[in-house]
């Protein structure tokens, strides 16, 4: 993911590369590369620090940007849910600004709207998600995110089964069961690409956020929806 980023800001005229952060060093397009983020901020001054990186390594992260009020874009998933409630009671008194999205791709954020359409009237619902074997977490993020979203709507846990195989990217089934039916709302993303129209939304807009925002629906879904064009 980190240069599929890489190529997202080299190619969008409106921003521009300060820095990378790899701990094994390996050069980062021709950008001055970093063995960690807190060494990169005494050189560079980034507008917005963007994290694909671990569950062990991104609340360390979070915290760095906190203190020196750098706003975050963060797609590292594995955060729980009392993570992700920390992290906004402090972006609540604190000021700090992040956008967390458990998945940027487009499709899947409209996934995740289809599946709480259904939930109104289809009660009998259970999740499948499939990722290359190389994720480190799961449940992925985005199917904790989606079964979050059911249960609130349904009032109970929904179940959630993972797959990790090689040739897979990141995959996600919402079936639903009726008798004598069923109804499935499917996403797949078959390259990192389909991750960056989101990335970049986010990071336009992760400066005029109030304090933690969790999910690109907050954009996409707001009053005044985006047009096709930005995204």
Known sequence: MGQEVVKLVKNTPEFALVGGVDPSGRQVADETVFPDLASALLRVSPNVVVDFTTPQAVQANMEICCQARIPMVVGTTGLSPADLAKWQERGRKTGWRAIIAPNFALGAVLMMKFARDAAQFIRNVEIIEYHHDQKKDAPSG?????????????????????????????????????????????????????????????????SRVEGVVIGLEQFLFSPTPLQPSHI
């Open 142 to 206: 985005t199917a904790l995110r989606t079964a979050e979203q059911l249960q609130d709507i349904l009032g109970r846990p929904i179940p959630i089964h993972s797959i990790r195989l090689p040739g897979l990217v990141a995959h996600q089934e919402v079936i639903f069961g009726l008798a004598g039916q069923t109804l499935t709302v499917r996403h797949d993303s078959i390259s990192r690409e389909s991750f960056m129209p989101g990335v970049k939304l986010a990071i336009e807009h992760v």
